[in-house]
């Protein structure tokens, strides 16, 4: 499918929508809808839309990172995005119409039009479109969109305090948890309005094993004896793009890896833990439960993995050129 080239005619790009956050509504900015670029105001669903009923949609979050020094927007792991993006749509029975080529090109078209100039969110959606009443995936009209917000640091960067959280990770054979879909999120949301309830910045959920999973929307790390350990991708936890490219520095710096089951316990007897995700890139945590992590600092295999993959998205470390993609001709 081509993408056509601008019209004549076609909406002025909007101002930048407003700083986003966890409570703030987005407004402003542009939208991929309908196979057009419109003003996101004009983006919208009927309340009987299926997806709304019943949760039957997935998405994708991209980061795309503005370097002032070179005027330029790197977006991270856009192909890698959209592969995974198409995976979730074809577990939900959700045809998109679209390549991993086209998505990627209509992104950097949105972006450029939109004149974003600013770190940014990017979040695909796909989903059941049909106004009925009825459970069910075949033979409904399916939709898609994309749409854009400003984002900065969405957890802290600085040292997360975390607790495991009383909600059980969603078992892969009853959503699946290796893809990003719409209702699957309740079971993390239920699990970090718990915790920030209690006093906490995250949640780390287990497993139906009582393994330890992942956290609210972002991998775990943890790191024991110099080497660093993760869940592997049957214990319930999204196949992250983030978490792979955290294990290819750490190959790369000469850290040890290992892929196994965590057990609760050995989150109290961790020396570092991070979390790792395209919204909360990797962010150290210095409690769990109250207990402090190592001794209650940042660690330096922590530290170290965050400085150079910010280098990297950012376009500073040129080995890393390939995981880039820029929204302006360069």
């Known amino acids: 499918m081509a993408i056509p080239a601008e019209a004549a005619g076609h909406p002025a790009p909007t101002a930048p929508a407003s700083t986003a956050s966890k409570k703030k509504e987005i407004e402003g900015g542009l939208a991929f809808w309908g196979g057009r670029i419109v ?50 749509c074809a577990l939900l029975r959700i045809e998109c119409p679209y390549t991993v080529e086209e998505l990627c090109a209509w992104t950097v078209r949105l972006l450029r039009e939109g004149r974003v100039r600013h770190d940014a969110y990017v979040r695909p959606l796909g989903f059941k479109a049909s106004r009925v009443i009825g459970v069910g995936l075949s033979g409904l009209r399916d939709e898609f969109g994309i749409f854009y917000a400003p984002l900065g640091n969405y957890v802290a960067m600085d040292g997360l305090r975390v607790c495991v959280s009383p909600w059980q990770r969603i078992s892969d054979n009853a959503v699946p948890s290796r893809s990003k879909t719409t209702g699957s999120y309740v079971n993390i949301s239920l699990a970090v309005d718990q915790a920030q309830r209690d006093g906490y910045d995250e949640a780390i959920l287990l497993n139906a094993q009582g393994h330890v999973s992942e956290a609210s929307g972002a991998n775990i790390f943890l790191v024991r004896n110099g080497r660093l350990i993760t869940p592997p991708v049957t214990e319930d936890i999204l196949e992250g793009i983030t978490r792979d490219a955290v294990i290819e520095l750490a190959q790369a710096l000469g850290i040890p890896v290992e892929e196994r089951p965590v057990d609760r316990t050995e989150l109290y007897v961790a020396d570092e833990i991070f979390l790792t995700g395209t919204a909360a ?24 993995l965050q400085e150079v993959y910010l280098d990297a998205v950012r376009g500073r470390n040129p080995a890393y050129a390939s995981w880039l993609t820029p929204v302006y001709e360069e």
């Open 39 to 88: 003003p996101l105001a004009e983006a919208n669903v009927n309340i009987a839309t299926h997806a709304l009923n019943y949760g039957t949609g997935c998405f994708e979050g991209i980061r795309a990172y503005w370097v002032e020094e070179k005027e330029q927007l790197y977006l991270l792991k856009l192909p890698e995005h959209y592969r995974r993006f198409l995976k979730s």
């Open 281 to 304: 890139q990797v962010a150290p945590v210095t409690s769990v439960d109250g207990r402090p992590v190592g001794d209650g600092r940042i660690g330096p295999i922590s530290r170290r």
